[in-house]
């Protein structure tokens, strides 16, 4: 259990409206993520931090902001959510520096009406 | 343009007998490979990885083997079990030094009892 916790854990907002997403994690690791998954796609990488203010975008940025001000706090915000951005969201972290893998979050499933 | 591609959705197999998951890639870059399972409602869960200076690893049931000529590797489960009906995803990582990771579309596996 890497400590990572997501909330909500569900959520249904309306389009248009802002919504924000946090991952928390409680063991101190540099690298944070957010995937979306959804059918078909499988995990697809929206931003990552590499570090407290140190963000950059991966293959879905488009539409989704992130913030980092404490180690432990990654939000992802959706500044006006769309439809298309039904999903199910995942945080991860990757371990520690020589350790290859990421620890996932339990998931917040986002619906958009 | 996906770079990791799983090409089989869904797989089954009988109880006891070897399954066999295969994912190929695109990128000669990509410096390690992860095997992930997932089930409905939790966040994926590490399995096992293999450095690209290798050409098997092996843990317990589970055996990943990788062929960097033909840019494939697999997922070998000795003898198949019913808890490991699951989704499974391979990842790759960049080698860039910012630790991004590119995931497959998923094979879905069920072992018939």
């Known amino acids: 259990d890497a400590g990572i916790t997501q909330s909500p854990r569900h959520k249904v907002t309306e389009t248009g409206t802002p919504v924000t997403l946090r991952c928390h994690q409680t063991?101190?690791?540099?690298?944070m993520y957010w995937y979306r998954q959804d059918p078909g796609h499988g995990l697809r990488l929206i931003h990552y931090?590499?570090?407290?203010?140190?963000?950059d975008k991966g293959e879905v940025s488009d539409g989704y902001s992130v913030s980092r001000s404490k180690t432990e706090d990654f939000l992802l915000t959706l500044e006006s959510a769309t439809s298309s951005q039904t999903s199910v969201y995942f945080c991860?972290?990757?371990?520690?520096?020589?350790?290859?893998?990421?620890?996932f979050g339990p998931g917040t499933r986002l619906t958009v009406t | 343009d996906q770079q990791v591609k799983q090409n089989s959705p869904s797989l089954s197999v009988q109880e006891g007998r070897i399954s066999i998951l295969n994912c190929d890639y695109t990128n000669s870059m990509f410096d390690y490979f992860l095997w992930y399972k997932k089930y409905p409602a939790e966040g994926p869960t590490f399995l096992i990885s293999i450095s690209s200076i290798k050409d098997k690893n092996e843990d317990g049931r589970f055996t990943v083997f990788l062929n960097k000529s033909a840019k494939h590797l697999s997922l070998h489960i000795v003898p198949s079990q019913p808890g490991d009906s699951a989704v499974y995803f391979c990842?790759?990582?960049?080698?860039?030094?910012?630790?991004?990771?590119?995931f497959g579309t998923g094979t879905r596996l069920k072992v018939l009892a």
């Open positions: 990842a790759a990582q960049t080698t860039s030094g910012t630790y991004k990771y590119i």
């Open positions: 931090s590499y570090g407290v203010k140190d963000t």
């Open positions: 991860a972290i990757r371990g520690l520096a020589g350790v290859h893998e990421q620890y």
């Open positions: 063991e101190n690791h540099r690298y």
